[in-house]
């Protein structure tokens, strides 16, 4: 053992059943803002972690996959996607992947939490490699529902990077189908909405209900999926479209958009597409006979 | 919470720098082999696990991932599988999948501790779907080299379903590039050798040198890996083929080998074959900088 | 280091703010009684442990400290103790330290769980050292309440040896103004009763409240501590007498009296006899300024 | 329960055999010194600690029973302390100990760690009580055994308050005979010495051998203990005595010494003096059965 350590974050996976034990290198920041407990540490386990509330938001180790698995199947869904918004996303770096794409004229991100904004750019650079300076980049700081109910914008993609719907947290009414009624209002004729849908392994019910009121929303609803191994699970994701389906997009369709993008992507791929909407059978069919729908008077929770 | 619990496994990814803390609901069993100590558990992290040593092998949860991924890509890589050879494998879970080819005349499966295979087969119904009464199953109880030393068969398919090489264990040896010599010289014409490789996260270096060992022995060695969550990695796997690249069969091929198969695969698909031959660059280029060729005199190890 | 460990008892003191991790050498018993998950462990921290609902009740290094501090003080309080009931004790340790005094003609135990006086008989010999074939000695399967209201005897001393009063559990009404009041009804004229009453730091108020059920009852009550570093605290215990006062034992009759002993105590003497009912000031306000007397129809807890 | 925890100290008391997980309420200060790593936590098992390297050196809890253990027995035992140095110590809470004595004249307190002595000082004022601006206080920030050898004091009563002797770091050669000869040198003729000893528990050889180091080099040498809970164990002590006897005070001596003090103490008395002293036999056997003395080339370590 080259190194010893004493310090950890104990991250509760399902409090007490199961953790995870973070060593900790080194504490790079530790404090409360207005409305959550932020840890950026470097940690033994996946290098530098943001967590917000004890829990692993990102990690460097991976989280490419995560963004990448986020944002492109609904950017190659949308045909030329010009005006893009992100509801969360503190971090940068689903910026940082939406602002890849040539078509993109504008990027709004709005995060209720403009302290951890600043954390993230001053402690995170290699997340948001440097968005904040990108001209199309605009930076909102507000509560992301009343943003959407009172801009008088037209988005082609609505990427929502939020934290889980923990009871009593804002969080919760982002994942209602309620909200998501919102955001097809303000989005154009080939809309695409992209929500990060809770862990497969510890909230597989949410996900599904999640994915309900997607569906509930929009013409076409897809859940997919994404192994996030710092979330000791495969991630969840719903698209709703009001325009194409990304089940049939073509890999020559896929290819083409790709090259067309500035940098190297790391995971996502027309290969990686395909395997990210392919859900073994007994999860599809647990997926279905779960029928509830998430609204504002009963919205969707993780289990605590 | 709905459970108390208070007895764990303290699984230790990286000691003491990274921990999985498993509550346990029950304990299935637990004691001491000649060769290891064997728990057989009902965790609330993956439901049913066996750990050897202390190290999750495999769970009830992601097995599936885990032995499709090992077994089917060397598979549908050899044209026409009669005779396979397993070393290692106790759960028996490997030899189901390979049974599943209507093709395979023969299964040996070579495990060197037979108290751990009968205990596989008392308590892990689960994995083996009743493979030990398969009349073209045979177990073995042997170390596995001087099996293969001694065997005057001839093999198609070897699977390598391997502990990790920790130092001072039987398996260092079974990830030599003398090792996959011999293997070679059992093998057919179109013959296909695939070992899993450890952990992409905790030991890439290991994953490297074992792909070098492979390359060193067959004329053609092919690198891939397979999201398991319980490892809290990816986990590394390497092919030697004699015959035919796995990165060269069409859709069409993949696919009509798969119609064939008795029972439902839940991960492996054509698409899932394309998806794990897809290593990030930045792990490709990681993987090509390391040169080491471990040997009987120079063997990899695990870190610990 | 020279063994490893991977198994263990994470013994909640405090879920989730303070636990202590018992590495397990070799798992003996574990299973459920009627009443309670009974784990008979060899620890790493130590040595044999007993754990009742996942806390540890015993351990090998210090259950004579629990045992010698329960049981003495009581006993050389009462001038001559003939009759001695105990209440709980499954182990047989309070048996056994009872069984010293030359002038006890008869001790009766009265324990609700006899699966668990069975297991802690069989499994735990090092604790009860031969007391279950003392002919002295009688064993009575019951719980502790009824069987004092239905009993016709008259006893010298009762020894209240019992689990915690958690929520939910037979416990919570052995800690109450009436039951002590029930007691001090079958006690002889110079009778002494005394209780274990929790943990001074995880659980003072309440140990305070049992102090004021005993003080309500009994002409006098005498609260005092002793140190179990295996709890990770003080252990509370209260005296109730109708007699002589613990504190006004002179050391000559201390000593005279222990001389009568048979065996040699490995912690109790006179010196330790004024230790024990020596408190920090700070301790003795605190405990002071707590008013509330647990009744049967308000019992005291201890927090979760 | 009341609050969510998920940042702890795991305090590995034998690792990875046995741990105490400290959830933290706050994390005060987190650094590095010179010599160590600080972390100064508002804990949830035992209010402030400080921790070094990862090992609990005191806490809030019970930092008083550590101390006054510390200090008392040595002071009490010189009739007329007038001058003494305190190695280690940085806290400053053997100091706060040390100038209750009206007699006490100057206490000069060398620790090694400048730094660590001025964060305790700025952090934790509960242990120090502005003993850093008492006139008869002087601070030397140096090498603790070089300042004994080149000093021309001499001292009435000399107390040693280090860290355990870890291989690799400086206390290692404050724990031999040779050092223990240096001390004895520049006491005056009724001079005492005492030296914290290690735990009982987790290094009783350790403690046997300090004791075998203090009786090769003292007249006399007196080994006792003190519960110390923060610990996890009892703490072991050592005097050594150029004129009385600890353990011949009478009780008048000792009570009258202690009415002259200032302040009041919590936990040390001439009940606990003699309680202190009192070894169980089978751990004063143990004790006589270690023979080996720890000298400069051939030191006392504790186990890791």
């Keep these: 053992m080259v190194e010893a350590s004493w310090r950890y974050v104990l991250e509760w996976m399902q409090m007490p059943l199961e953790g995870h034990l973070h060593g900790i290198r080194k504490i790079i920041y530790s404090g409360k803002t207005k409305f959550q407990q932020v840890d950026i540490v470097d940690s033994y386990s996946f290098g530098k972690c943001l967590f ?70 001053s402690y995170m650079p290699e997340w948001n490699m440097g968005v904040f300076d990108d ?21 082609d993609v609505a990427i929502l990077d939020l934290t889980d719907p923990i009871p009593g947290t804002p969080s919760v009414f982002l994942y209602t189908k309620e909200f998501y009624e919102l955001i097809k209002r303000k989005l154009s004729s080939n809309g695409v909405m992209v929500t990060q849908a809770t862990s497969l392994r510890y909230s597989f019910e949410t996900f599904a209900k999640i994915r309900n009121a997607v569906a509930a929303a929009f013409p076409l609803a897809r859940p997919y999926t994404a192994p996030v191994v710092s979330f000791l699970s495969f991630c969840g994701f719903v698209i709703g479209s009001m ?10 369709d896929i290819n083409a958009r790709l090259k067309t993008l500035r940098g190297e992507l790391q995971f996502y791929s027309e290969c990686t597409h395909r395997f990210l909407f392919q859900l073994p059978r007994k999860f599809r069919e ?17 289990p605590l």
């Design 286 to 302: 647990a997926l279905d006979a779960i029928k509830e729908v998430p609204t504002d008077s009963n919205p969707a929770f993780i």
């Design 52 to 121: 917000l509330d004890g829990k692993l938001q990102s990690s460097e180790y991976d989280e490419w996959i995560y963004h990448e698995s986020l944002v492109h199947p609904a950017m190659v869904t949308h045909p030329n996607p010009r005006n893009v918004v992100i509801i969360g996303g503190g971090e940068g770096a689903t910026a940082r992947e939406v602002l890849r794409y040539p078509t993109v004229e504008r990027v709004v991100m709005v995060d209720i939490d403009g302290e951890l904004v600043e954390l993230c750019r």
């Design 243 to 252: 325009g194409r389906d990304p089940l049939s997009l073509s890999s020559e």
């Design 135 to 155: 001209p199309r980049f605009e930076l909102v700081i507000s509560e992301g529902r009343s943003f959407i109910e009172e801009s008088r914008e037209v988005f």
